[in-house]
DNA sequence: CTGAAAGCGCTTACAG
DNA sequence: CTGAAAGCGCTTACAG
């Protein structure tokens, strides 16, 4: 039995500290790196450890020290290439904290999200990084709040009175939007999709400031699917009908794949004849045709803000909340180009 | 601050089974769902750690019996799309068991993932799913052996003697050789990159029988550069010179990718003029255009595999290495054409 | 700088 | 079915 064995060799501070003739006390301050102990005891210590294979047993010290190393990062969606790049930079700063990151997926749904904070806190997690799944409420806060767990809101935000990490979904859509304005475009729809959260709000009323700023209409906003193949089919929402436009800003990367593909299979030449901008830059923009141009919201650096704003949060519990909202870039490819004129009828592009 | 509230708040089962006037022992029966505890019994103290709100602390529970519901997860490379569906199979199947995923990024070096092997264990994690570092030795396998530490492999495998899952690279490679095959094609390469690891090995090894097979040549194994702007400026080798083809097998979606708008900007027309065949068949593949043609490997069903491998090897120590080898399944689409004779000059394909 | 003792919150035999 | 006791491997005051 693999359990038995595992217990019968474990070598313990105990078993150290005899070895190197010292008491278990200081063995621990060895290891725990205090200045208290002698150099020389220290690397009889040290030489001990290492002569008996010792295993530092973090379940012992945290039941006795109340904290794990431990964090616990709920994500609603791990197959979305912008929640990896997250978790990238999350795991980055948490790794070189000597810490550990415990990862769920909440699936966007609440009531199991409420099971996995249980959870998070079964195991001792030191504080959590939260993405909310749509419609969460503020009690959910409050309740981490009445169990002192720290917490960070990352990428959409429930309550002001915590921590959050995230995006300038305001100025990202205004840069899109001038862009296309200055670019000629005046009928520019916003192609939403997905559950409805504060970081899709903020876009939405991101994309009516910024248009009516510019004296344009912004009632058009759409809702495609959410399936990147039903994406395609959705296309000609936006070629004819009350929804029809010169230029669509995309609500993410995948929407812009998705209505690249089917305005092509439209007979319609993007980057032509027809703008596109997408959102996020994490899609691999570079290698499409026609370039994507897009807004970076460097989800990674995200990642690695709100880590740290958790970190500074277990260090200075008594802190008020801080928000870190990170500044959004256009990045100008081929996608996005001159409006063509009112009489130049879209499906003679093809070349 | 934060650290002694939660700390004196902390209702214990002592708490528990004082107000229930039922033992400790009764108490912890009742959590571990025990049969052995009456009905009544149960539900009393049930009622009371919903009233005192009382919350489990696995750090104890381990300490006592020695397993965590913890399991470690090393990943070579987050941001790689493939593995995030990986993760998102493994986590689905680890959760469902009640047990949680650390997560940590060896960024594919084999000193980083030492270091992180040493940590999990600290942690106590009841065991490992690993797809291993390029260049990892059996020495880590025998260590963890040591440590009696169960572990499965997953994707890139390192020893015969612990469990694996993985991919039917030889099979995937043998229906892209002979699609092609029966398409005309003589003269097809395979466009590899990356670090050199068993899934790699498998890969050019089953791309060479394959070719044998149908009687064709298989020197053209070209190497293409990691990023993919770089695969983008990589496309003339297939066009051009000693390497040049009329078909390309990809290392993965990513050079598939890159190769596309590659060629495309060499105004090569894929699916017409020359074919392109991707392998893993989760980049966005019905958005691309044309569609792309590639060789299915399912990393989320083998991301389930290897954690039902790694739960059933807890379960049972004691039965031999186990091999979960996945087949593959070649996805048809437009990449991929019928060859259009010799005398054909690639470079007036562009409609 | 070091040692002896208590205790973190559970689980596990062992009696009853 | 339940209770009293020991112990998992650490850390933490408290003396010296």
Request: net charge negative; charged share 25%; proline share 4%.
């Amino acid at each position: 039995m693999t359990l038995d064995q595992r217990k019968k060799n474990r070598v313990t501070l105990l078993d150290v500290a005899r070895h190197a003739g010292v008491s278990r006390a200081t063995a621990s301050l060895v290891i725990r790196k205090s200045p208290l102990v002698g150099a020389d005891t220290r690397a009889r210590v040290e030489a001990s450890m290492e002569e008996l294979g010792y295993v530092y047993n973090m379940g012992a010290a945290r039941l006795r020290a109340d904290r794990s190393l431990t964090i616990g990062v709920v994500i609603p969606n791990l197959t979305n290439p912008f929640f990896a790049e997250l978790l990238a930079g999350i795991e980055t700063v948490i790794d070189a904290a000597g810490m550990v990151v415990i990862l769920v997926n909440s699936g966007d749904q609440v009531g199991r999200q409420d099971m996995l904070m249980t959870r998070m806190r079964e195991h001792g997690v030191d504080g959590i990084i939260l993405c909310p799944a749509a419609g969460t409420g503020e009690g959910l806060l409050e309740r981490l709040g009445e169990w002192h767990l720290p917490l960070v809101q990352v990428l959409r935000r429930v309550s002001d009175q915590v921590d959050y990490a995230g995006v300038d979904y305001a100025q990202g859509m205004r840069q899109a939007v001038d862009h296309l304005s200055e670019l000629g475009h005046r009928e520019i729809a916003f192609a939403v999709h997905g559950p409805v959260h504060s970081a899709y709000e903020e876009r939405v009323e991101g994309f009516r400031q910024a248009m009516q700023a510019k004296g344009l209409g912004a009632e058009k906003v759409v809702r495609v699917p959410h399936q990147i193949s039903a994406i395609v089919d959705a296309a000609h929402l936006f070629s004819e009908g009350p929804t029809a436009s010169t230029a669509v800003i995309c609500f993410n990367d995948v929407v812009a794949l998705g209505l690249s593909a089917g305005l092509y299979d439209l007979g319609i030449q993007v980057g032509r004849d027809f703008s596109l901008i997408g959102f996020d830059d994490v899609a691999d923009a570079d290698a499409m045709r026609p370039r994507l141009t897009s807004v970076s919201t460097f989800p990674e650096a995200i990642g690695e803000g709100a880590a740290n704003l958790l970190l500074d949060r277990l260090a200075h519990p008594e802190i008020g909340p801080r928000k870190l909202v990170k500044a959004t870039k256009l990045q100008i490819r081929q996608s996005s180009a001159p409006w063509r004129g009112g009489d130049h009828d879209l499906r003679t592009a093809r070349g």
